[in-house]
Antibody, heavy 121, light 110 residues
Framework: VQLVESGGGLVQPGRSLRLSCAASGFTFDDYAMHWVRQAPGRGLEWVSGIRWNSGGIAYADSVRGRFTVSRDNAKNSLFLQMNSLRPEDTALYYC???????????????WGQGTLVTVSS | QSVLTQPPSVSGAPGQTVTISCTGSSSNIGAGYDVHWYQQLPGTVPKLLIYGNSDRPSGVPDRFSGSKSVTSASLAISGLQAEDEADYYCQSFDSSGFVVFGGGTKLTVL
């Protein structure tokens, strides 16, 4: 299993950024996928999750209405569209795979290396 | 603050047993959702340590064990080793429809 994130960078408050995650080594469209972030020196914070068929999507309260998760099963890819970014969104963003088939209600068994998002003027 | 509560830090001497608690509520752990544990060594990505309250993925030593009780869970590490020094996180699911993590516990091996 390999998860490779991209799209991070330095962005001004209020602007947008789109993260991508390229997945390989497993049947991507069988599993729910998640975005989890970690601010510098802080703990893990779940951001969003999406079921295998995009039929179930969930967001943390801190990003709901600003972030949109999506997936392209044909391209084994996961995305996170981040709008109206705030300084408190600064973090390392991990793409992560659910352990059990289909459901969001499961452990995370694989993590990417993360992509760093810095929101600052 | 985090939905799941963990002690910020614990410590123990080599060979000892330490326990890390994870306290939730009736809307997450108490609602019957499983608890999972992760280990994050310094400068690395999190690693799944315990899933389904007490099961270990292949390759995780049996020195690590998990348990769950009503609205809380615990991770026990026996035969403490220097390489166990890391941050540990619990995770579950909340009835409101989202994944929840604990705030993390830093384990120091004395």
């Amino acid at each position: 299993v390999q998860l490779v994130e991209s799209g991070g960078g330095l962005v001004q408050p209020g602007r947008s950024l789109r993260l991508s995650c390229a997945a390989s080594g497993f049947t991507f469209d069988d599993y729910a996928m998640h975005w989890v972030r970690q601010a510098p020196g802080r703990g893990l914070e779940w951001v969003s999750g999406i079921r295998w068929n995009s039929g179930g999507i969930a967001y943390a309260d801190s990003v709901r209405g600003r972030f949109t998760v999506s997936r392209d099963n044909a391209k084994n890819s996961l995305f996170l569209q981040m709008n109206s970014l705030r300084p408190e969104d600064t973090a390392l963003y991990y793409c992560a795979k659910g352990r059990l088939l289909a459901t969001l209600v499961t452990a995370i068994d694989y993590w990417g290396q993360g992509t760093l998002v810095t929101v600052s003027s | 603050q985090s939905v799941l509560t963990q002690p910020p830090s614990v410590s123990g001497a080599p060979g000892q047993t330490v326990t890390i608690s994870c306290t939730g509520s009736s809307s997450n752990i108490g609602a019957g959702y499983d608890v999972h544990w992760y280990q994050q060594l310094p400068g690395t990505v999190p690693k799944l340590l315990i899933y389904g309250n007490s099961d270990r993925p292949s390759g995780v030593p049996d020195r690590f064990s998990g348990s769950k009780s009503v609205t809380s869970a615990s991770l026990a590490i026996s035969g403490l080793q220097a390489e166990d020094e890391a941050d540990y996180y619990c995770q579950s699911f909340d009835s409101s429809g989202f994944v929840v993590f604990g705030g993390g516990t830093k384990l120091t091996v004395l």
